[in-house]
């Protein structure tokens, strides 16, 4: 399956942005689907996830209550909403599939399809 992010730009702090991720060549369908970002010099880390095991969603602390991911099978996608950002939410964000175990959602290694990356942008 291949992943498309999209939906990242510029905006001020307090806005929002909505980012989509797109399955093609195949579908979610047995995935779990998770959102991740990078910030320039950092590693990889987690944001969040719809956990297909148990269809709970899980969120880093940093972005709980300000973040929702919500997975539309029907269309194949599944989007990041993101509110109240903040300036040290700036960073490219990566979605990425695969079949990890609960204990290992966070970890970017538990995943085999990443999508290409989009660039959010948050000034203050």
């Known amino acids: 399956v291949q992943l498309q992010a999209s939906g990242g730009g510029l905006v001020q702090a307090g806005g929002s942005l909505r980012l989509s991720c797109a399955a093609s060549?195949?579908?979610?369908?047995?995935?779990?689907v998770a959102w991740f970002r990078q910030a320039p010099g950092k590693e990889r880390e987690f944001v969040g996830t719809?956990?297909?095991?148990?269809?709970?969603?899980y969120y880093d602390d940093s972005v709980k209550g300000r973040f929702t991911i919500a997975r539309d099978n029907a269309k194949n996608t599944v989007n990041l909403q993101m509110n109240s950002l903040k300036p040290e939410d700036t960073a490219v964000y990566y979605c990425?599939?695969?079949?990890?175990?609960?204990?290992?959602?966070?970890?970017?290694?538990?995943?085999?399809?990443w999508g290409q990356g989009t660039q959010v942008t948050v000034s203050s």
């Open positions: 719809v956990y297909l095991g148990n269809k709970h969603t």
């Open positions: 060549g195949g579908s979610f369908n047995g995935y779990t």
């Open positions: 990425g599939a695969g079949r990890p175990i609960l204990s290992s959602i966070s970890r970017p290694t538990a995943y085999g399809y």
